[in-house]
């Protein structure tokens, strides 16, 4: 951790005290999440030209 993050958390929890130390974004998805069924399809390609690659290779 980052001292720049560390006086940011001290910071937060000095003006909201433990509640401020909490996930902020508790039940969202993720900003880098895949569109749904995108990754399945990727892996069926992959499975069906390359069988003998393994997924670090198809990466």
Do not use: T, W
């Amino acid at each position: 951790m980052s001292a720049r993050q560390a006086s940011r958390l001290l910071r937060r929890y000095q003006v909201q005290g433990a509640a401020g130390l909490q996930n902020r974004h508790p039940g969202r998805p993720a900003n880098n999440q895949l569109p749904p069924g995108l990754e399945l399809r990727m892996r069926g390609l992959i499975r069906d030209s390359y069988a003998d690659f393994g997924l670090k290779l198809a990466a």
